[in-house]
């Protein structure tokens, strides 16, 4: 009996212990399954990141690959290189990274192929041989689905390149040869030909491209008729509630809110014409209303040319040799006129120093430096290629301004679907623009140091030193600076290093006393005098006409963030986000009118920021007094001339927690001024 009562103890607690390690084993399952779709939606998030990132990383990649290629094309344009050029076409028909290089590639090459047909000497030469064997190769490479605009530029270069052929003196050996290659290549344009369209082009064609076109077009064509094309709407659909209020009936139209009194389209072509004159300018100079000088003292102008930094600029440039420097600087050095590159690197420093800040951005300051070569080498670029941009946007513009002259035009349309029918007029695309070629981070870096150190090296200005002597001491340099950061989650602030530029204090104090007749300003920074041009279909166009800007401006709060593409990876159609960006241009395009007695009255008031007993006044104004009114504590004032080893620690400690109390609060003060006083001036 004992035996039997001892195994049915122990079957009881084997089958307790079973049911307590099933409860346990399904409890571990749960908790496992759970914690399984918690770690799901985390690896599936981290998924999405990557891909997003990889995705970011491809595009800024793409844009990088764009921007040197048409630096290359601009280089090797202006260096008669069509070797290069036409290997350079030869890799992106292969890689196909920037379908909108090829047009300007193929555009280039029948540039020289006019030139050739200029003078039959050229046409017997060797080298226009070559050319056209060569491009007779890039045909083989051309797809069924290249661009509309492409294709045109393509049949333009055909055209020429027919014209070369029967004009070239016949030749057993090569005659033959050419005449295969050209029906080749011609047989391959029967079928590129198909659906073409002569509207929304990426480059621009004259009247008499578009005829040549016409007719390989109509050639091409004669025994088929290409279906049409299924023109995309630019139109709200007047289903949507959003944009009901659009859609009014003349009867309930109060008027073209964009319209001003009195002005005539004469009037407004004029002053675009002088617009297009001062965004062709890289610098602008405007007359100083802010800055006083006084009886028998010279200008800030004055004082640089007797400091001879232009001359000084110039001789830095002819030290540099072209072998042995950034290939980039070389080029500059060779294509661009040695005064007008010794120009633009001059304005960059007045620019600099006029506008009175101590401290600016180093890559700001980069970007100031080598925008303007940039633009010049776009022009010398258009030059070449015969681009009269002026003359295409003044016939842009002639249209466009209907819609600030007629109510009715204004009633129907948005700026952006009057834009695009203005642009429609010269078969050019809403977004037409001949930007030149920008450069990336780490090549701007390069470039921009080889030239700023010419610019270190030659903007010196003479200062007495304590002994009496006159020494030259540089006018530029860099330094780092430590920003304060506010934190909403500690106390604790946070410092972050800036790389700044800084302009000599002893330097600014001589401008004070010597203000500069004008303050000289970037174009882009400027106030339009007339409509601008209007952004499209995701956040593209204006507001400038012959550059483009971003939409979004950069912002120090998101300096890490690529806001405008940000924007753009999230618009999934072209219609999408239209409302937003209609409602800008509507903004942009108000009129408004200056207050000039106001004007007159903060100029006023800022004379009066050099007056010590007007800061009460100019407090309450939020006007802040100009830095030379600040006590900063000085050395020798304070203890004499001796040195620094000679002074107690504590009283040398508390001076320099003082002189560095009154310069942290100087600098924000006299930035802050700088940029109101530019304003008013602007």
């Known amino acids: 009996m004992k035996s039997l009562a001892r195994i049915a103890r122990i079957r009881s607690c084997r089958l307790g212990s079973t049911a307590t390690s099933s409860a346990t084993s399904s409890a571990e399952k749960a908790t496992s399954s759970e914690k399984k779709k918690k770690d799901d939606w985390k690896t599936e998030l981290l998924t999405i990141l990557e891909a997003e990132h990889k995705q970011k990383k491809r595009v800024t990649w793409k844009q990088r690959v764009s921007q040197n290629a048409v ?64 491009i007779a190769d890039l045909w083989k490479s051309l797809k069924r689905n290249e661009t509309n605009t492409t294709n045109l530029v393509t049949l333009l270069l055909m055209s020429n390149i027919r014209k070369w052929k029967d004009q070239r003196s016949f030749d057993k050996k090569s005659s033959k040869t050419i005449e295969d290659l050209f029906d080749s290549m011609q047989k391959k344009m029967v079928v590129h030909s198909v659906n073409t369209s002569d509207q929304a082009l990426d480059v621009f064609l004259t009247p008499e491209d578009l005829k040549t076109i016409q007719k390989e077009l109509d050639m091409m064509r004669k025994f088929y008729i290409p279906l049409g094309r299924r023109a995309e709407t630019r139109r709200y659909s007047e289903d949507l509630g959003l944009v009901a209020p659009l859609q009014n009936n003349p009867e309930e139209y109060h008027g073209n809110p964009f319209q001003v009194e009195h002005m005539e389209k004469e009037t407004y072509k004029s002053l675009f014409e002088e617009h297009l004159k001062v965004e062709s300018t890289m610098w602008v100079q405007v007359k100083n209303t802010v800055g006083e000088l006084e009886k028998g003292e010279v200008s800030g102008e004055t004082l640089i040319d007797q400091w001879h930094w232009r001359k000084r600029i110039g001789d830095g440039l002819r030290k540099i040799d072209p072998n042995q ?148 001491q540089r006018a530029f340099s860099y330094r780092a600076i430590s920003i304060e950061e506010e934190s909403k989650v500690s106390t604790d602030a946070r410092l972050s290093l800036s790389r700044m530029l800084a302009i000599n204090p002893k330097l600014m104090g001589m401008f004070d006393k010597h203000p500069f007749d004008s303050i000289v300003f970037s174009t882009e920074n400027l106030p339009m005098t007339v409509p601008p041009r209007p952004w499209i279909d995701r956040g593209t166009g204006g507001p400038l006409y012959n550059s483009s800007q971003e939409i979004i401006r950069k912002m120090l709060e998101f300096k890490g963030v690529r806001l405008n593409d940000e924007m753009r990876q999230r618009i999934h159609s072209r219609s999408q986000a239209r409302p937003v960006f209609d409602a800008l241009n509507q903004l942009g395009s108000t009129p408004w009118v200056i207050n000039e007695p106001m004007l007159d009255t903060l100029k006023m008031v800022f004379e009066k920021s050099g007056i010590q007993e007007e800061e009460p006044l100019l407090e309450k104004l939020g006007i802040p007094m100009r830095h030379d009114t600040f006590e900063i504590p000085d050395f020798i004032r304070e203890f004499g001339k001796i040195k620094k080893e000679e002074v107690d620690v504590d009283k040398f400690r508390d001076y320099a927690k003082r002189k560095a109390q009154a310069i942290k609060a100087r600098n924000p003060k006299a930035s802050t001024k700088s940029v109101q006083s530019c304003r008013i001036v602007a």
């Open 71 to 134: 630096a290359d094309i601009v280089r090797f344009s202006l260096r008669d290189d069509i070797q290069s050029l036409v290997r350079l076409t030869e890799n992106q028909l292969r890689t196909r990274f920037a379908p909108e290089i090829l047009p300007i590639c193929f555009m280039v090459l029948n540039k020289k192929f006019e030139r050739i047909l200029k003078k039959m000497d050229l046409i017997e030469a060797p080298a226009s041989l070559s050319l056209f064997l060569g």
């Open 325 to 472: 420097t950034h290939p980039i600087v070389a080029t500059c050095l060779e294509l661009l006129p040695r005064e007008k590159l010794i120009d633009t690197l001059y304005f960059s420093v007045v620019a600099a120093c006029s506008q009175g800040q101590n401290l600016i951005g180093a890559t700001q300051f980069q970007f100031d430096v080598i925008e303007p070569i940039l633009k010049e080498l776009g022009n010398a670029f258009k030059k070449e290629m015969g681009f009269d941009e002026t003359a295409v946007w003044k016939r842009v513009f002639d249209v466009y301004i209907d819609y600030f002259l007629d109510p009715e035009v204004s009633r129907q349309h948005t700026h952006r679907e009057w834009w695009s029918k203005a642009c429609k007029t010269q078969n050019l695309a809403p977004d037409f623009q001949f930007q030149m070629g920008n450069m990336d981070v780490e090549t701007r870096d390069q470039v921009c140091n080889v030239i700023i150190n010419v610019l270190f090296d030659s903007c010196l200005f003479p200062l007495e030193s304590r002994d009496g002597k006159l020494t030259w």
